[in-house]
Nanobody, 122 residues
Framework: QVQLVESGGGLVQAGGSLRLSCAAS????????MAWFRQAPGKEREFVAL????????YYADSVKGRFTISRDSAKNTVYLQMNSLKPEDTAVYYC???????????????WGQGTQVTVSS
């Protein structure tokens, strides 16, 4: 089992940047693929980015490709989401997720954090 705690959300103007962090408990961090999802008010949760267990594979939603970067630090048991050139439509609660395998269109990951709010003003 793994527990996930997100941080780094906040209010930023359009065009600005934020870096989200997700700290994972336990000693098996490298056993989990990690992903970020988001949910805007009145909308369904959507996939944002994922990173493989070794960090060698990453995948992004088209809406964030070229602006967001997912990375992981195994020494710190932490996954990051660097968000640049933010847009008002990026406003959402961002969730970190973990599972032994994560793929777009696959069943929802097993472990989730509590979420962190990102608000982008125009």
């Amino acid at each position: 089992q793994v527990q996930l705690v997100e941080s780094g959300g906040g209010l930023v103007q359009a065009g600005g940047s934020l870096r989200l962090s997700c700290a994972a408990s336990g000693r098996t961090f490298s056993s989990y693929a990690m992903a970020w999802f988001r949910q805007a008010p009145g909308k369904e949760r959507e996939f944002v980015a994922l990173i493989g267990r070794s960090g060698g594979i990453t995948y992004y939603a088209d809406s964030v490709k070229g602006r967001f970067t997912i990375s992981r630090d195994s020494a710190k048991n932490t996954v990051y989401l660097q968000m640049n050139s933010l847009k008002p439509e990026d406003t959402a609660v961002y969730y970190c997720a973990a599972d032994s395998s994560i793929a777009v269109g696959a069943p929802s990951p097993k472990y989730w954090g509590q979420g962190t709010q990102v608000t982008v003003s125009s």
